[in-house]
T-cell receptor, first 112, second 117 residues
């Protein structure tokens, strides 16, 4: 099975930088995804890491360390619209194919 | 077309009813997924179809029955549900689910909000 952990809630100020951490334990690791989900809406894809290192995409960056079972999502120049839940998801091989498990999610509140 | 559509948007049903949720994508994706999401919880994977074959069934009760009529369509048939089955049901698709290393991010539909009375 997989075990994924994230902080439940975080608060940050508009214009600031925030780092959301995700730790995981799994076998057959085959990629880690970050999704954003606004209340009442579907998750939308933000970033993907399968190799160690940093992936940068505009205001969003994501980091992965496979040996430590650790990832973070870095959001820069925070905007009010960034208030949402951020979901870390791990893809892994199991006996039936590729499984996909979401972490509990981190609710981010951006304050003016 | 980079959209996953789901119908209906809202559904209220009694415990003795039979209903179906529908999902459609025209991105040529060969993997499709059903998730269940309760309020303030992450999505939980229910079923995965890869090349129109059921590849993963996460021990979902038999009152939920998936069907993949073709590569663009995914249905979820509901029968004799319980009030605790009330949730947002999300459909997603990705290009493939059988290759290692490829990004293959999932595109989610807007969901069907189901209430079981």
């Amino acid at each position: 099975g997989q075990n994924i952990d994230q902080p439940t809630e975080m608060t940050a100020t508009e214009g600031a930088i925030v780092q959301i951490n995700c730790t995981y334990q799994t076998s057959g690791f085959n990629g880690l995804f970050w999704y954003q989900q606004h209340a009442g809406e579907a998750p939308t894809f933000l970033s993907y890491n399968v190799l160690d290192g940093l992936e940068e995409k505009g205001r969003f960056s994501s980091f992965l360390s496979r040996s430590k079972g650790y990832s973070y999502l870095l959001l820069k120049e925070l905007q009010m619209k960034d208030s949402a839940s951020y979901l870390c998801a791990v893809r892994a091989w199991d006996n039936y194919g590729q499984n996909f498990v979401f972490g509990p999610g981190t609710r981010l509140s951006v304050l003016p | 077309d980079t959209e996953v559509t789901q119908t209906p948007k809202h559904l209220v049903m009694g415990m003795t009813n039979k209903k179906s949720l529908k999902c459609e994508q025209h991105m040529g994706h060969r993997a499709m997924y059903w998730y269940k999401q309760k309020a303030k919880k992450p999505p939980e994977l229910m079923f995965v179809y890869s090349y129109e074959k059921l590849s993963i069934n996460e021990s979902v009760p038999s009152r939920f029955s998936p069907e993949c009529p073709n590569s663009s369509l995914l249905n979820l048939h509901l029968h004799a549900l319980q009030p605790e089955d009330s949730a947002l049901y999300l459909c997603a698709s990705s290009q493939d689910n059988s290759l290692a290393g490829d990004r293959n991010e999932q595109f989610f539909g807007p969901g069907t909000r189901l209430t079981v009375l």
